[in-house]
T-cell receptor
């Protein structure tokens, strides 16, 4: 049973427009959420994160929104650029207090930025 | 070398072979992780090490044996694997976290393993 779901396997957006990637989760214990970006033949690269005590976090062109009641988060990229074409993974964690916890990932969304 | 490195990048092994995957992090982190990504599946956590101590084993079969001799190195020893173990194996490291500081995990490029 998947605890983190990215229901869109792919998304195509025109350059300069806004890209919105969505993620849903089922485990209400998750308290920390991250977005990773992955190019072919490379490992995932951290993009942005958000703690469950916040509902928004912004870093340059990237903004993550968290709706805890709906168990939903989204990543907004604006404006979208060709270099943003990659697979984006949503990940979540339950911070147990031990100092290191594994992440639960979604299957990813392949974002394609059209020129 | 910078970041998280993994060797080899590609590995083909028979079901009776014994091989090891190596991961090294140059970030001064204290936690290291093994993940597996099979085709059309999300990344799945396998093991967590915090300050060289294994803190999580996510129900991984005993044919996968991790080793963490120090905070910078992590190994995954493989023996008598099955074809369904063919996957991308990713190593990650992080600083860990406390009540104030959040963390992120930094990933290596992965080892593409094929079991024949």
């Amino acid at each position: 049973d998947q605890q983190v779901k990215q229901n869109s396997p792919s998304l195509s957006v025109q350059e300069g427009r806004i890209s919105i990637l969505n993620c849903d989760y089922t485990n209400s214990m998750f308290d920390y959420f991250l977005w990773y970006k992955k190019y072919p033949a490379e490992g995932p690269t951290f993009l942005i994160s958000i703690s469950s005590i916040k509902d928004k976090n912004e870093d340059g062109r990237f903004t993550v929104f968290l709706n805890k009641s709906a168990k939903h988060l989204s990543l907004h990229i604006v404006p979208s650029q060709p270099g943003d074409s990659a697979v984006y993974f949503c990940a979540a964690s339950v911070r147990s207090g031990g100092g290191a916890d594994g992440l639960t990932f979604g299957k990813g969304t392949h974002l394609i930025i059209q020129p | 070398e910078t970041g998280v490195t993994q060797t080899p990048r590609h590995l083909v092994m028979g079901m009776t072979n014994k091989k090891s995957l190596k991961c090294e992090q140059h970030l001064g982190h204290n936690a290291m992780y093994w993940y597996k990504q099979s085709a059309k599946k999300p990344l799945e956590l396998m093991f967590v090490y915090n300050f060289k101590e294994q803190t999580e084993n996510n129900s991984v079969p005993s044919r996968f044996s991790p080793e963490c001799p120090n905070s910078s190195h992590l190994f995954l020893h493989l023996h008598t694997l099955q074809p369904e173990d063919s996957a991308l194996y990713l190593c990650a490291s992080s600083q860990g976290y406390d009540d104030v500081i959040s963390y992120e995990q930094y990933f290596g490029p992965g080892t593409r393993l094929t079991v024949t």
